[in-house]
């Protein structure tokens, strides 16, 4: 458990400073000289390399140690914050955010891939959770936390102290995961590397992951005006929603996990289906604030219960060659969220108007309850096994 522990934190740390941004931005605007909406290009910046050069940078690291590579792209984490710190200019800033963000990428492949390693294969599920868990954590504990020290100190202090927050990772890693972490997932080629992409379990997988942050992302990026106009919220309010929303989140993902162990796609088509249900009601309640606070924490919950099966079954059906299709999985998650995004921002300028964002949500959550099914019973007919592990074979 002590391994998966000092991943689990790495993980916090990076999903801290990902998303702390957003806490400090207008100090950060100040600071730098620039609007806040041109600092707002700090997060979609983070988000492109996440996207785009986490899977580059995974697959030109393919025969490093990946224990040695943790080091590594911690120790990058590391420098990226006390550069950050020091950055003179919105330019560096930006260019130093995008640099981080392609560690955060490439770390979180890597580490799914160690942490189900460590594991015996019926808590693979579990696994991932731990590592997952570190982004719910740092939503309700590293992001007020960062947003307090940016308040108080300024916001250079808040990239300080995710520098030391990176130091302790790094040292975490170093005396806690074994030598021979990742091990059995040795270099398998490009070219086997793109072909299990092929793999219906492993497409369709990914389109889920593309539905889920659809049905979390467009409501989600605009929450706070939604409960401050619809549901008629007070501002003070909206903070200990969001926490418990955070909290909801972090018991999902243990759930996710338990239930992918038990019965992956069983568990999987039902929360999807749960999901649908839970958006239609957030629109039906959405003026109420009881009911509507109830539903947001039980949304969140499901959110992440729903996330952890989904990569599990990536990563057990490309056990043989896992290295691109793991660091597919921070990728897809942030094309969700950048598309969901942009979708809720769309409908607003339509008129549609806050409201109207769960509807959005729940209709792909039904088109996900329609692509697992259709997988599910294309495996079954097919009788299909996942593959062994590289080690395996």
Known sequence: ??????????????????????????????????????????VSGYAGGIAIGGPLLALATNSISRKALL?????????GQAACALAPDFSSMLLLRIAVAVAHGAY??????????????DRRGMAVAVILSGLTVSNVIGVPAGTAIG?????????????ALGVVATLAMLALLPRTAGAS?????????????????????????LMLMIGQFTLFTYITPTLLEVTGLDESLVPWVLLFNGVGATIGVF??????????????????????????????????????????????????????PIQTRILTWT??????????IPSGFNVGIALAASLGAAMLNAGYGYRSLPVVG???MLVAVAVALASHISEWRSNAAPPLSAAAE
């Open 362 to 364: 729940a209709i792909a």
């Open 108 to 121: 979180f492949g890597v580490a799914m891939v160690v942490a189900v390693g460590l594991v015996p294969e």
């Open 255 to 308: 759930l996710g996990g338990k239930l992918a162990d038990w019965k992956l796609m069983p568990s999987l088509i039902t929360m999807l289906f749960l999901q649908a249900a839970t958006l239609a009601i957030i629109y039906a309640v959405s003026p109420y604030p009881v009911p509507m606070i109830v539903s947001i924490v039980i949304w969140g919950g499901l959110s992440f219960a729903i996330g952890t």
């Open 185 to 209: 997932n040795r270099p398998a080629g490009l070219a086997r590397e793109v072909r299990v992409l092929a793999r219906q379990q492993v497409w369709t997988s990914l389109i889920l992951m």
């Open 71 to 79: 080091l590594a792209l911690a120790i990058a984490f590391t420098i």
């Open 151 to 163: 308040t108080l100190w300024g916001w250079r202090a808040t990239f300080w102290v995710m520098g």
């Open 319 to 328: 056990a043989d060659a896992s290295n691109l299709a793991s660091s597919l």
């Open 1 to 42: 458990m002590l391994p998966l522990f000092a991943l689990f934190f790495a993980a916090f740390a990076f999903g801290t400073t990902e998303f702390v941004i957003a806490g400090v931005l207008p100090q950060v605007a100040q600071g730098l000289g620039v609007s806040v909406p041109t600092a707002g290009y700090l």
